[in-house]
C-alpha cells in the first residue's frame, strides 16, 4: 500500500481539476440534413434564432461559420456566413461557444469575432459581421452581445438644429435637421455614389459611418481612398458587405452599421451614417424570405421585408441622450427609374424626406443632380427662420414657373410681359442654376448657401 504525501495529494487533485475543467460539461450537436440553396437544414440541434454555430466537415476539415436563421419543429435551418464549399452531406453541426470533439480533442469555437464597439473602430474598415477587412490587428476585449433596445418614441430628443452638408442646393432648399433620416432616390449612373461621396467628406459630424451594402467590391477601396481620403477616413468606420458576399452577410452589415451609428450617438456624437444602399439590403433579406418558404407579395419581395426595413430606419434618429445625434442617409434603387417601387414607396412612408436624383438633370451635367420639385425635407421648417423658409419656397415657385414654361420660350412662342412671374424667373434662372450645381470638391456652408439663397429671393421682388 503506497501512502501519499500531503504535496503528492495536491499534485494529483490539480491534474484532476484541470482535466475536468478542459472536458466539456455538456455537448450538444446535430447532423446536416439538406442543404437548399443558401438554407442549411439541420437535425437534432434546436438554436434560437440568431444564435451562432459551427458546422464541422470531417472529409473536407472545414469548420465553416453559420447562424440561425428560423426554425421548422425539430429542423434547425441555417444560413453559412461564408461559402459552403466543402460541405458533406452529414457533416456535424455545434452550438458556437460549445466544445467539441476532434482528432486533437476538444475544441471551442466562436460564430464570428466582431471588433468591439467603441472608440477604437475609427479609422477601420469591417465586414458585416465586425471581422475586421483592413489588415489591422483585430482586439483581445471579449465581446458580449447586447440585445438593443428599441427606444420609447416619447423619450428621443426633438430634432431643433440644422446640419451642414457642405451642398448648397441641400442646405438651402432641403435643409437636413440633425436626427433627421433621408432617402436619396436614383437610378442606376444618376450620380448617386458622388452625392454620398459629398455628403461623407463635407458633412459637418464627429463621426461618419458607412454601410456598403451589396455594391460593387471594387467601390469599397475607391471609397476609402478616392472618396473620403485619409484625413476622412480617422473619423469614420466603414462596414462593407460586397454584393459577393452571402445575403446573411448582406442584411448584417446595414444592421452592423446602424449598431455603431448608435452607439456612437449615445456617448453623444454627432453622427451621420450613410448605408448605401437600402434596397440592396431589402434583396438581401428577400433571398432569406424566399430561402425559408415565405411567398412573395409585392415583385418578388416576400412580407419579412416590409417589416424590416422600419425596424432598421427606426435605429436611427436621435436617442436619449440630448447631447448626441444620428442622421442618416438611405440610397434607394430606383428599378428602371420606377419611383413606385415597392422598396421604393416603403421607404418614403417611413422616412423623413427624400432626396430625388433626376435623370434628366444628370444627363444635362447638371450635378448634384437633385431634382428639388420632386425632393422635400420634412423637418426643415423646424430647423430653419422663417425668412429661410420663405426664400426657399420663392426660389422654387420660380424654378417651377421656368420648367413649366421653358417648352414655350425655346420655340419663341412666348411674349415677354405677358406673366410676371415667368419673367422673373427667367430673368434669375441663370443664377438658380449656378446655385443648384456645385462642384464636386467645393465645399458650402450653411451660412454661404443661405446668403446666396436670400439674394436670389430678394432679387425677385
Not at 472536458?23 to 440568431?50: H, N, Q, T, W, Y
Not at 429542423?75 to 461559402?83: C, R
Not at 468606420?237 to 445575403?247: E, F, G, H
Request: hydrophobic share 40%; net charge neutral; aromatic share 6%.
Amino acid at each position: 500500500m503506497t501512502v501519499l504525501g500531503p504535496e503528492q495529494v495536491l499534485v494529483k487533485l490539480n491534474h484532476a481539476r484541470d482535466f475536468l475543467g478542459e472536458a466539456p460539461r455538456s455537448i450538444r450537436e446535430g447532423r446536416i440534413k439538406k442543404v437548399s440553396g443558401f438554407v442549411l437544414e439541420v437535425e437534432g440541434l434546436p438554436l434560437a434564432i440568431g444564435a451562432g454555430a459551427c458546422i464541422f466537415s470531417g472529409a473536407s476539415k472545414r469548420v465553416i461559420d453559420a447562424e440561425c436563421i428560423g426554425f421548422d419543429g425539430d429542423i434547425t435551418f441555417l444560413m453559412a456566413i461564408d461559402a459552403i464549399d466543402g460541405i458533406t452531406p452529414g457533416a456535424l453541426v455545434y452550438p458556437a461557444n460549445t466544445p467539441f470533439r476532434t482528432s486533437q480533442g476538444f475544441m471551442t469555437r466562436s460564430s464570428v469575432e466582431p471588433l468591439p464597439i467603441d472608440l477604437s473602430l475609427l479609422g477601420r474598415v469591417v465586414d458585416g459581421f465586425g471581422r475586421p477587412l483592413d489588415g489591422k490587428p483585430g482586439s483581445d476585449v471579449k465581446i458580449v452581445k447586447k440585445q438593443s433596445k428599441t427606444i420609447n418614441p416619447l423619450l428621443r430628443n426633438p430634432i431643433q438644429e440644422p446640419l451642414d452638408t457642405g451642398i448648397r442646393s441641400a442646405n438651402g432648399m432641403l435643409t437636413v435637421g440633425r436626427g433627421q433620416r433621408l432617402g436619396i432616390f436614383a437610378g442606376s449612373g444618376v450620380g448617386k455614389s458622388v452625392t454620398l461621396g459629398m455628403l461623407a467628406r463635407n458633412c459637418k459630424a464627429d463621426v461618419i459611418v458607412i454601410a456598403l451594402v451589396g455594391e460593387r467590391g471594387r467601390e469599397v477601396r475607391e471609397f476609402c481612398e478616392d472618396v473620403l481620403g485619409e484625413e476622412a477616413l480617422k473619423r469614420a468606420v466603414v462596414v462593407a458587405a460586397p454584393a459577393d458576399s452571402s445575403p446573411l452577410a448582406r442584411a448584417k452589415g446595414a444592421w452592423y452599421g446602424t449598431e455603431i451609428a448608435a452607439w456612437f450617438r449615445d456617448q453623444g456624437k454627432h453622427v451621420v451614417l450613410i448605408v448605401d444602399s437600402l434596397t440592396r439590403f431589402a434583396m438581401a433579406q428577400r433571398e432569406i424570405g424566399l430561402s425559408l418558404g415565405e411567398a412573395p407579395v409585392s415583385r418578388g419581395y416576400t412580407p419579412s421585408v416590409f417589416g424590416k426595413l422600419p425596424e432598421l430606419i427606426e435605429k436611427a434618429g436621435n436617442g436619449t441622450n440630448p447631447n448626441g445625434s444620428l442622421t442618416a442617409f438611405y440610397t434607394i434603387l430606383l428599378d428602371g427609374d420606377d419611383i413606385n417601387d415597392p422598396i421604393s414607396d416603403t421607404a418614403r412612408g417611413v422616412l423623413d424626406g427624400h432626396l430625388f436624383l433626376s435623370r434628366e438633370l444628370a444627363d444635362g451635367g447638371h450635378y448634384p443632380a437633385i431634382d428639388i420639385e420632386r425632393s422635400i425635407s420634412r423637418v426643415m421648417p423646424r430647423v430653419v427662420t422663417e425668412q429661410h423658409l420663405l426664400a426657399a419656397r420663392r426660389v422654387k415657385q420660380l424654378y417651377s414657373r421656368y420648367m413649366r414654361g421653358r417648352d414655350l420660350l425655346n420655340m419663341g412662342a412666348y411674349a415677354p410681359g405677358s406673366d410676371p412671374d415667368f419673367d422673373r424667373a427667367i430673368r434669375l434662372w441663370p443664377q438658380i442654376q449656378n446655385f443648384l450645381q456645385q462642384d464636386v470638391t467645393q465645399v458650402i456652408t450653411l451660412d454661404e448657401s443661405l446668403k446666396e439663397l436670400l439674394a436670389i429671393a430678394e432679387a425677385s421682388q
